[in-house]
């Protein structure tokens, strides 16, 4: 399993502007942006960790992958005693309630990771940016999203094509650095998400580690490492490995 690293820039200008767009005019066009945005996006989690975290000098920590860690993602309370697990889009949004408690750090996740966090403990919400849009979901409203994912990711018209930017380069430094990075990942594919007149880059991966904690790695690889714009990255299970396999792979281990 690779390393855990916590406190990772993140931005996500599209989904706070969808969001911002469906809190001002609540209809179906702005309610199926905003859930299709939440689905695809990375989000913070902020979690206590009980093991020593390494200060990278960037403002991310790490723990070696050989130490047992227990993750404690944090909750907060409104008047009312309600409990929330609160989800932020972005550092920006996170540094707005970062507390100085000793271990607590970002953890970057999806939503499912919420929605798995709320179906264990029944009795919780989430609420994505306490201290800006401050969206307030309970279990209904985390069912019918996570409902409303599940028939757009069966009905909606998009398509799988070869990516238009060239990866070359990058694939290259895939193969330089990766074996290091994520030694569990198998493969990588990039493929374009094409719904007309719109094309994202995503890249879908192959690990036989936890898959969080790779999407989290190879994002802020890819990053790091210059890759061509893109929005995304999923596990291969999360499209179908048939789907991937149409596609040349960009790395295989």
Do not use: C
């Amino acid at each position: 399993m690779a390393d855990v690293i916590f406190n990772r820039p993140l931005e996500n200008e599209d989904l706070e502007a969808t969001l911002d767009a469906y809190e001002k005019d609540v209809n179906p066009e702005t309610e199926h942006d905003f859930i299709a945005m939440l689905g695809a996006a990375s989000l913070l989690a902020p979690v206590q960790v009980d093991a020593e975290l390494t200060d990278n000098g960037d403002g991310t920590f790490v723990i070696d992958s050989e130490v047992t860690a227990q993750l404690n993602y944090q909750v907060i309370q409104n008047s009312k005693g309600e409990v929330f697990f609160p989800a932020f889009t972005s550092t920006e949004e996170y540094n707005k309630w970062s507390t100085e408690a000793e271990g607590v750090v970002a953890l970057t996740v999806s939503l499912e990771t919420y929605a798995a966090l709320m179906s264990a403990n029944s009795d919780t919400g989430l609420v994505i940016n306490a201290y800006g849009q401050n969206v307030v979901m309970n279990q209904d409203n985390m069912n019918y999203v996570m409902a409303t994912l599940t028939q757009m990711r069966e009905q909606d018209p998009i398509t799988l094509e070869d990516p238009v930017d060239d990866q070359t380069e990058f694939a290259a430094k895939l193969a330089e650095g990766m074996g290091e990075v994520l030694p569990d990942l198998q493969t990588v594919w990039a493929i374009d998400l094409v719904r007309a007149p719109e094309r994202a880059l995503i890249y879908v991966i192959h690990t036989d580690g936890e898959l969080e904690e790779a999407k989290a790695q190879f994002f802020a690889f890819a990053q790091m490492a210059g890759a061509p714009a893109f929005t995304n990255v999923l596990g291969v299970q999360e499209i179908g490995y048939p789907r991937a396999a149409a596609f040349a792979p960009i790395y295989t281990k």
